[in-house]
T-cell receptor, first 113, second 106 residues
Framework: DVKVTQSSRYLVKRTGEKVFLECVQD?????MFWYRQDPGLGLRLIYFSYDVKMKEKGDIPEGYSVSREKKERFSLILESASTNQTSMYLC????????????FGPGTRLTVT | KNEVEQSPQNLTAQEGEFITINCSYSVGISALHWLQQHPGGGIVSLFM???GKKKHGRLIATINIQEKHSSLHITASHPRDSAVYIC????????FGTGTRLQVFP
């Protein structure tokens, strides 16, 4: 059974804190993605990675960075959390982008106070 | 204007009803995905299609590339079908619609 796991389901952080969200997949997928989901806006791509140590900015990368040191692990970092980063964060992976099924993690609901 | 539009935004149905959710897009694509998101957040891929029609159980997805339109049908709906259904298209990256919230009542 394929799996994408995320480190936390719920997270509450204070403004200015550094926040790490981790995603692990066990399918040996090359591509991994971080999205945020907000009501009325749908999923928006923050960053993606198509290989170890490779990363590409998505549509809304400001305020975020990522790290992919191992193929199975893709981390999203909020350097200094702000209240407008309160959102649902979803990680996904796929073998090849777009024309293959994306597998999603359960999501992390982050609240920044 | 969003590149991916879904309709309706919200849908309620009685158990057993036939349901249709529509997705229109404005860009050239190589694939279209239908996704399901249950309360709590987890997203599951239902279909990926680039032409024609696919069926899985009570779910049927169709796509008309010329008209840039896709439909997701649910036959004999059940309360467990209650979820948000999301359409996503792939020109060179996935672009998501804002979803259709479906509630099926017994």
């Amino acid at each position: 059974d394929v799996k994408v796991t995320q480190s936390s389901r719920y997270l509450v952080k204070r403004t200015g804190e550094k926040v790490f969200l981790e995603c692990v997949q066990d399918m040996d997928h090359e591509n991994m993605f971080w999205y945020r989901q907000d009501p009325g806006l749908g999923l928006r791509l923050i960053y993606f990675s198509y290989d170890v140590k490779m990363k590409e900015k998505g549509d809304i990368p400001e305020g975020y960075s990522v790290s992919r040191e191992k193929k199975e692990r893709f981390s999203l970092i909020l350097e200094s959390a702000s209240t407008n980063q309160t959102s649902m964060y979803l990680c996904a992976s796929t073998r090849l982008a777009g024309t293959y099924e994306q597998y999603f993690g359960p999501g992390t609901r982050l609240t920044v106070t | 204007k969003n590149e991916v539009e879904q309709s309706p935004q919200n849908l309620t149905a009685q158990e057993g009803e036939f349901i249709t959710i529509n997705c229109s897009y404005s860009v050239g694509i190589s694939a279209l995905h239908w996704l399901q998101q249950h309360p709590g957040g987890g997203i599951v891929s239902l279909f990926m299609l680039s032409s024609g029609k696919k069926k899985h159980g009570r779910l049927i997805a169709t796509i008309n590339i010329q008209e840039k339109h896709s439909s997701l049908h649910i036959t004999a709906s059940h309360p467990r079908d209650s979820a948000v259904y999301i359409c996503a298209v792939y020109p060179d990256k996935l672009i998501f619609g804002t979803g259709t919230r479906l509630q099926v009542f017994p």
